[in-house]
């Protein structure tokens, strides 16, 4: 069974802190990785994907990827309140479906 | 990005009785996936639909209950058939190109109750 898994959280930052969001996967041939954002009540929003080991950067938002230790993670630099959110790690294998982790609970405290 | 519509947004249903989701793509895509997510809970895939073929199942999921079309590469829809109280869920149907690395993009849900 593919397994994505991630801390439920929640995790408290104050704002302009770095908020560091962790996801582990088990399936070796996933391929592609993404990281969304979901507000209470409202459908996932794409922010970052990554496909090859290393990091990679857009805007404040860093995901790093180590393929050999089935890791992902998404940095958040300078947090803003409005990045309170629940963000997924999602995971595609030799397919095109993703599987979503549980998701992790970001609240940034003014 | 590819602009995904999806409707009803939400609906309230008797059980027993079956709704059909609709889900628009702005542009053709190869694949469409539907989703569901109960209450707190993350994502877990029902389908992938392909044009032109049958829909595929993820386990636990069967196509009598929730039977998909696929008529072309701009349009899908869900039927959640004969539901009852366990159904209430969110349903997001999602899109991408089925090429290498590309990104998936999701509808705005519809949040589905069932009394």
């Known amino acids: 069974q593919k397994e994505v898994e991630q801390n439920s959280g929640p995790l408290s930052v104050p704002e302009g802190a770095i908020a560091s969001l962790n996801c582990t996967y088990s399936?070796?041939?996933?391929?592609?990785f993404f990281w969304y954002r979901q507000y209470s009540g409202k459908s996932p929003e794409l922010i970052m994907s990554i496909y090859s080991n290393g990091d990679k950067e857009d805007g404040r938002f860093t995901a790093q990827l180590n393929k050999a230790s089935q890791y992902v993670s998404l940095l958040i630099r300078d947090s803003q309140p409005s990045d309170s959110a629940t963000y997924l790690c999602?995971?595609?294998?030799?397919?095109?479906?993703?599987?979503f982790g549980k998701g992790t609970s970001l609240l940034v405290t003014p | 990005s590819a602009v995904i519509s999806q409707k009803p947004s939400r609906d309230i249903c008797q059980r027993g009785t079956s709704l059909t989701i609709q889900c628009q793509v702005d542009?053709?895509?190869?694949?469409m996936f539907w989703y569901r997510q109960q209450p707190g809970q993350s994502l877990t895939l029902i389908a992938t639909a392909n044009q032109g073929s049958e829909a595929t199942y993820e386990s636990g999921f069967v196509i009598d209950k929730f039977p998909i079309s696929r008529p072309n590469l701009t349009f899908s829809t869900l039927t959640v058939s004969n539901m009852s109280p366990e159904d209430s869920s969110i349903y997001l149907c999602s899109a991408d190109a089925g090429l290498m690395n590309t990104e998936a993009f999701f509808g705005q849900g519809t949040r589905l109750t069932v009394v």
């Open positions: 542009s053709q895509v190869t694949m």
């Open positions: 999602a995971v595609a294998g030799s397919g095109y479906a993703l599987n």
């Open positions: 399936d070796r041939v996933s391929q592609s």
